[in-house]
């Protein structure tokens, strides 16, 4: 299976601040087809998870401008810049490139 | 708008069968896509378990080997979870999504696997 490695576990930020989380493949998550499955969730406390980016960089609709992916290969990035309160929660990356279908163990957000 | 709600026992005794529904509305789930289940177990380790698709194929997730089976109502429009043989380790709260990017989640229903 594919493991996703995301670091940090935890993120301490100060409102306004910005954060970087980190999601490394142990293989390249380049299909067949040419695109990359690498998506970025984020779960906010008592809610399901909820689509930030898809396919490495696209934000889904409604996501607003300071959520940024980068990344290729193996090596990925979420950027959250200018975080407000409703920003924290447990971060994922899920690579949909390889069966099984593999999640990051989850990156948690605070406020500092 | 797309919805997806979960439904089922939240208590299920150690070697029997966890069954759960995800009952999906604003969408057709015979029109596209795969039609998934995920669960989260407790601290925030997640798994995907396996997808019915909109032609009913399946695929599942290895790990659980010949102990799951989802399966559909086009009727009724939902799509079924069974895990069977559970036991304490299964305990996490299951969701129903819509694969390709994840977009739609279900709220999640806590199944606690215990005596």
Known sequence: DVVLTQTPVSLLISLGGQASISCRSSQSLVHSN?????HWYLQKPGQSPQLL????????????DRFSGSGS???????????EPEDLGVY???????NPWTFGGGTKLELK | EIQ?????????????????????TGYTITSGY???????????????????SYSGSTNYNP?????????????KNQFFLQLNSVTTEDTATYYCARAGSFAYWG?????TVSS
């Open chain 2, 4 to 24: 997806l709600q979960e439904s089922g026992p939240g208590l299920v005794k150690p070697s029997q069968s966890l069954s759960l529904t995800c009952s999906v």
């Open chain 2, 63 to 75: 790990s659980l080997k010949s102990r799951i089976s989802i399966t559909r109502d086009t009727s």
């Open chain 1, 34 to 38: 040419g695109n990359t499955y690498l």
């Open chain 1, 53 to 64: 980016i898809y396919q490495v960089s696209n934000r889904f609709s409604g996501i607003p």
């Open chain 2, 34 to 52: 795969d039609w998934s289940w995920i669960r989260k177990f407790p601290g925030n380790k997640m798994e995907w378990m396996g997808y019915i």
């Open chain 2, 107 to 111: 709220q999640g229903t806590l199944v």
């Open chain 1, 92 to 98: 994922y990356c899920l690579q949909r490139t390889h």
């Open chain 1, 73 to 83: 290969g193996t090596d990925f990035t979420l950027k959250i810049s200018r975080v």
